[in-house]
Every structure is written in C-alpha cells, then in structure tokens.
C-alpha cells in the first residue's frame, strides 16, 4: 500500500496525464502520501483523487499538484523562495520543500496547520515556515516571493498577492466560484504589470477569509 512500488504506479499515472518535469515526477515518487491523512483513508492515499483531511478541506489531487508544482517550475526564472497559500495537510508544501530552497506556507485552520507542522517534521523538512493566517493577505513580512502557489480559490485574484510577487514572480491559483479555472499570472520585470494565461479548469475548495482556531 505504502511502498515505493505503489508511488511508482501513481508516478506512471502522472505521466499519462501529461506531467512532465522530471524534478517533480521524482520528488512525487520519494514522497509517502499516507502520512498526510488519517489512518483510516491512508489505504487511499495513492489513488489519484482528492481525499478529505477533515474541516470539509481537501487533500488536492495528486495529478493537480504535480501539475501546479510543474507549471510554477517552468514558468519561473531562479525559485528561492515560494509562498502556498492553503498548508491543508502540509501535502503540496512537502512537495515543495524539496525542489525549492525555502518555502512558506499560511494556513487559516490551526488544528490542520498543527498536524501538517508534525509531517513537515516528522519528514526532516526544515526548510519550510508556517503560519495561522489569511494568506488572501499573503505574508508580507517575509516577502517578496519568486513564487506563490494557491491551493484555494477566490473568485478574484486577491491584489496583496500580486504585489508580493518578486521581480518576474509568477503566480499559480485557481480561480472562480462553481466554474474555476487555473491562472498562471506573471509579473512583468519589475513593473507593476501583469500577464495572466488562463489555464485547464480545475475544482479547489474556496478561500475563504479570517481563522479558524
Ligand atoms: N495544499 C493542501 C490543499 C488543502 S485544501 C494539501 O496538499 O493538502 C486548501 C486549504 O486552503 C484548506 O486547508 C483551507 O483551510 C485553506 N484555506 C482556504 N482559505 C484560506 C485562506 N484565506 N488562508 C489560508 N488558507 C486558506
């Protein structure tokens, strides 16, 4: 269930769907997926599906991290440091932790972001920082970013995280409500303009405002 075999089976998956970047394919291939949900779903854990964590949140699809994660790699010049908007199980930023030098990750709902802090350790990943917030807000205090990943959609894109973005930073978020669809926002130099791809659709639970302790 849990071994390299399983992981190697879903990595297949991935690259029928299309994935790519060997960097990620690797990284997905090394990293146990069980640990971030509860026992009684981990025998799920390698099927590609989004499976819940508790708080009506969602672990996101494994094919739509390594898609998120990919585009994120390729869209971007040097990725020193990154932002996730949404730590869920602490998932995604495990996977970026080990493709980008530093991470840091904001999640609204404590008891999620406590257990994600517990994997991220238990995983020996140090180079990764969260914290209980609105990340519709970003995190300012340790910006700019090269890149920001969102794993909750708005239905618009929220102008704090554009301006947070570095240098030709790139953005990747869905966006929407019933219907949403994945947007690639880049910056442009150092300018104030933006260049938006809308990508595939996708289906991301909402960002939604304030905490939950
Ligand atoms: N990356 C996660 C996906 C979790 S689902 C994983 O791999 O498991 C999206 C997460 O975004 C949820 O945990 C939800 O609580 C969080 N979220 C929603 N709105 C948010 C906001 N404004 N600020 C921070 N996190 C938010």
């Given amino acids: 269930m849990t071994s390299q075999r399983t992981r190697q089976r879903l990595v297949q998956r991935l690259k029928d769907q299309g994935v790519t970047d060997i960097r990620v394919l690797d990284v997905m291939a090394a990293t146990p997926r069980h640990i971030f949900l509860d026992e009684a779903l981990s025998h799920r854990a390698y099927e590609d599906t989004a499976l819940p964590i508790g708080f009506g949140q969602t672990l996101s699809q494994p094919y739509i991290v390594a898609r998120m994660t990919e585009i994120l790699l390729n869209a971007a010049g040097k990725l020193q440091r990154v932002l996730e908007v949404g730590t869920g199980s602490g998932y995604q930023t495990s996977i970026l932790a080990q493709l980008v030098p530093q991470v840091f990750s904001v999640e609204r709902i404590k008891p999620l972001q406590d257990k994600a802090r517990e994997r991220l350790r238990q995983l020996g990943l140090r180079n990764v920082e969260l914290k209980h917030a609105d990340g519709g807000f970003g995190w300012p205090e340790r910006g ?13 894109v929220p102008p704090e995280l554009l301006e947070q973005l570095a240098p030709n930073g790139v953005l990747v978020i869905p966006v929407g409500g019933d219907e949403q669809h994945l947007h690639l926002i880049m910056r442009d130099g150092d300018s104030d303009k933006f260049v938006t791809q809308v990508l595939e659709p996708v289906r991301f639970v909402p960002l939604l405002s304030g905490v939950t302790r």
């Fill in 144 to 156: 700019l970013y090269d890149g920001i990943l969102s794993t909750a959609a708005p239905r618009q």
